[in-house]
Nanobody, 125 residues
Framework: QVQLVESGGGLVQAGGSLRLSCAAS????????MAWFRQAPGKERQFVAN????????AYADSVKGRFTISRDNAKNTVYLQMNSLKPEDTAVYFC??????????????????WGQGTQVTVSS
């Protein structure tokens, strides 16, 4: 079992930055691929970024590529999402997720075993 707790969300103006954190507890953090998803009201949960177990591989949705950076610190059991040049369309609840995975890191929500409660990000125009 893995417990995930996100933090760092808030209200920011367009063009601003935020850094989200996701602290994990429970089983060995480095055994899990990690990802960030987001969900806006009335929309499906959307892939944002993922990172492999040791951080050597990352992937991003086209909509955030070049603006967001995912990273992890296995010594601190934490994954981060640095979000720069934020746009109003980035407004959503952001969730981190963990996948007990030893292969290709997934981009679909159904592949992930554990989820945090989410943190709200609101970008004003």
């Amino acid at each position: 079992q893995v417990q995930l707790v996100e933090s760092g969300g808030g209200l920011v103006q367009a063009g601003g930055s935020l850094r989200l954190s996701c602290a994990a507890s429970g089983r060995t953090f480095s055994s899990y691929a990690m990802a960030w998803f987001r969900q806006a009201p009335g929309k499906e949960r959307q892939f944002v970024a993922n990172i492999s177990r040791r951080g050597g591989s990352t992937a991003y949705a086209d909509s955030v590529k070049g603006r967001f950076t995912i990273s992890r610190d296995n010594a601190k059991n934490t994954v981060y999402l640095q979000m720069n040049s934020l746009k109003p369309e980035d407004t959503a609840v952001y969730f981190c997720a963990a996948d007990y995975n030893f292969g290709t890191v997934a981009t679909t929500p159904s592949s992930y075993d554990y989820w945090g409660q989410g943190t709200q990000v609101t970008v004003s125009s």
